[in-house]
């Protein structure tokens, strides 16, 4: 019993700690200095604590799997987390195939996002582009909202951090 709570303590903090170490990264990334080192210090004390059950028994291979599958589990586990937190900024593109665009731009503003067209050439002639700064978390809405107008409608998204001004107010679903 007590090998079973062993691997288990392993398997478990090595979950922990790396999915700790996915919303740090996440943090990290998005110049959260103090979230990033408060959640640093869980992380590192839990793979410290993990490491040193593993290590300190290396004849036993059991430990080294266990260890080994909460390292895989854990990658699983943050993304899951940092997908379904969805913290950011997107800078949304969005190339209409339609003609008639201007119900669509109405709803999307209608429901809280701030659209920008400006005029692009491209191999299909002029095309008007939609920019769209939303939060992370909106980006299905968003998607959902276009793809209801446009099956064919071209996306794109960029990570952005922005700076003032603007209009970016937070979509209610």
């Known amino acids: 019993m007590e090998f079973i ?5 392993i398997f478990f ?3 922990t700690d790396v999915s700790l170490a996915t919303i740090r990264t996440l943090m990290v990334v998005q110049g959260r200095k103090l ?4 959640i640093g210090f869980f992380e590192v004390s839990i793979y410290v604590t993990a490491l040193s059950k593993v290590v300190s028994s290396l004849d036993n291979p059991l430990n080294l799997l266990s260890y080994a599958l909460g390292f895989a589990c854990g990658n699983y586990l943050g993304i899951t987390i940092e997908n379904k937190i ?6 949304v593109q969005i190339i209409l195939k339609i ?3 201007e119900e669509l731009i109405q709803e999307l503003r209608d429901k809280g ?11 299909e002639g002029t095309k008007e582009i939609l920019n769209v700064a939303i939060n992370r978390k909106d ?5 959902k909202k276009v793809y209801e107008y446009d099956k064919n409608a071209f996306i794109t ?6 700076i003032s001004g603007g209009f970016f107010a937070s979509v209610k679903k």
């Not at 980006?139 to 998607?143: F, I």
């Open 86 to 91: 969805a913290l950011g900024n997107l800078a």
């Open 157 to 162: 998204v960029n990570n952005i951090n922005p």
């Open 35 to 38: 979230q990033a080192a408060l």
């Open 5 to 9: 709570l062993g691997y288990l303590f």
């Open 139 to 143: 980006l299905e809405t968003l998607k």
């Open 99 to 101: 003609s008639e665009k």
């Open 113 to 123: 996002f701030g659209v920008t067209v400006i005029e692009g050439q491209g191999l």
């Open 13 to 15: 903090a090595r979950v």
